[in-house]
């Protein structure tokens, strides 16, 4: 591994994974580009002071409470496990949640027996990886059942004879489903998000932090944005506003020679049909275009 520079920002991703290969697409749409080391653990920024460390999912929260990483992307449900699990000891702080790697944590049963409620989990056991989370819901709740901590296949526990619901990370559904199990009750509500360390980053350091936290916010923003460009009458345009599902007022030039005509541009967060178009067609609108945000920088 790379030795760490002082003057260079480092951020930890997922090195395999459902979160990895969306967290390093942010990153190079955030700008940055990236040498790999010879093992593929290390990834050198070329053209900023940011290296990426490749590691487990779980470690991220630790690598940076010691400081050897200033950021990390991480599930949500990773960092407030560890949070939860260190009552009160110095955690990472969530800056930016990310929009991907969505996910819940959730009670399951099997899909015959007697549980049909919440209120039925009373004195049962749970098997799960994310105790802390747990044990934070069953005291929220008023319930009282006994944790069973199991570090992978939680999914088949209860056909172990070792608990009789399980409590784990669920996105489609199909792993359940394929062990019999049904939902009961989500527990805990997840997504990546950029989290940073508890320690006080250099003066230089925090304007990096600064830097990446915008651009990562902006080319989310980015995200199934469109900038539509438009010249119509002026005596169209509060129709032609209502029309648009503009996130803000659009913008508005007078046309020179043109005194009875505007030049329109508004940045929408939905797509524009052609239902849309032609509505605006119908408002007067001309020169219509419908352009994708790549990024955007607040």
Same mark, same amino acid.
């Given at each position: 591994m790379v030795s760490a520079a002082p003057d260079r920002l480092r951020i930890a991703v997922q090195k395999s994974g459902r979160l990895a290969e969306a967290s390093l697409g942010l990153l190079r749409r955030a700008g940055l580009a990236f040498r790999a080391s010879r093992d593929h !653990? +290390? !990834? %050198? @920024?070329?053209n900023l002071p940011i290296d990426v460390l490749l590691v487990r999912d779980d470690d991220i929260p630790g690598l940076l409470v010691e400081g050897s990483c200033e950021l990390g992307i991480v599930g949500r449900? $990773? #960092? $407030?496990?560890?949070r939860l699990a260190g009552a009160g000891a110095p955690a990472p702080q969530e800056l930016l949640p990310l929009g991907f790697g969505g996910c819940r944590l959730s009670i399951a049963i099997p899909q015959s027996g007697a549980i049909a409620q919440t209120s039925d989990l009373d004195g049962l056991r749970i098997a799960t *990886? %994310?105790?802390a989370l747990l044990a934070d819901w069953l005291a929220r709740s008023g319930l009282k059942a006994e944790v069973v901590v199991l570090n992978g296949s939680v999914e088949i526990a209860p056909r172990l004879g070792k608990a009789e619901a399980i409590c784990d990370l669920v996105s *489609? @559904?199909?792993t359940l489903a394929a062990?019999? #199990?049904?939902? !009961? $009750?989500? $527990? +805990?509500? *997840?997504q990546a998000v950029l989290a940073s360390s508890p320690r006080e980053p250099t003066a230089a350091k925090a304007v990096q932090i600064e830097r990446l936290r915008a651009r990562i916010a902006g080319a989310l923003s980015g995200d @199934?944005?469109? !900038?539509?460009l438009l010249q119509a009458p002026r005596a169209a345009l509060p129709d032609i506003t209502r029309l648009l599902p503009s996130r803000d007022l659009p913008s508005v030039l007078s046309l020179d020679g043109r005194p009875d005509d505007i030049a329109v541009q508004a940045l929408c967060s939905a797509a524009l049909d052609w239902q849309h178009l032609e509505e605006l067609k119908r408002l007067g609108a001309r020169s219509l275009m419908v352009l994708n945000v790549e990024r955007m920088l607040a």
């Open positions: !653990l +290390f !990834l %050198y @920024g070329e449900n $990773v #960092l $407030v496990e560890q *990886s %994310y105790p *489609s @559904g199909a062990n019999q #199990l049904r939902e !009961l $009750v989500t $527990v +805990f509500d *997840s @199934g944005a469109r !900038l539509v």
